[in-house]
């Protein structure tokens, strides 16, 4: 079974910076995952798109996140990281890592905590 570990969150002030990083648990072979990503979900919302990068390196952001977060991958690796800078208090959330495989299944990540304080 694939599972999908995030590391990297924790509590930062307003404007500040933190970087989350994902790695598959297992042993996947090369480029298991077409698109990787990461989603979040704040108390009492919806779990929203905040990034995803293809292999060939498209990439996609939510709205509220362009210019302020940046997404990267390892494809050797099955790993994605997310910087994100300019922390704002409605960043506050659990952020899941995704991996999607060339067949559509998805795969998910525990969550990890992300809060910034104002």
């Known amino acids: 079974q694939v599972l999908l570990v995030e590391s990297g969150g924790g509590l930062v002030q307003a404007g500040g910076s933190l970087r989350l990083s994902c790695v598959p648990s297992?042993?996947?072979?090369?480029?298991?995952?077409?698109?990787m990503g990461w989603y979040r979900q704040a108390p009492g919302k919806q779990r929203e798109l905040v990034a995803t990068?293809?292999?060939?390196?498209?990439?996609n952001y939510g709205d509220s996140v362009k210019g302020r977060f940046t997404i990267s991958r390892d494809n050797a690796k099955n790993t994605v990281s997310l910087q994100m800078d300019s922390l704002k208090p409605e960043d506050t959330a659990i952020y899941y890592c995704?991996?999607?495989?060339?067949?559509?299944?998805?795969?998910w990540g525990q969550g990890t905590q992300v809060t910034v304080s104002s």
């Open positions: 990068i293809t292999t060939g390196g498209r990439t």
């Open positions: 297992g042993s996947i072979f090369f480029r298991f995952f077409n698109t």
């Open positions: 995704n991996g999607r495989s060339y067949e559509g299944s998805d795969y």
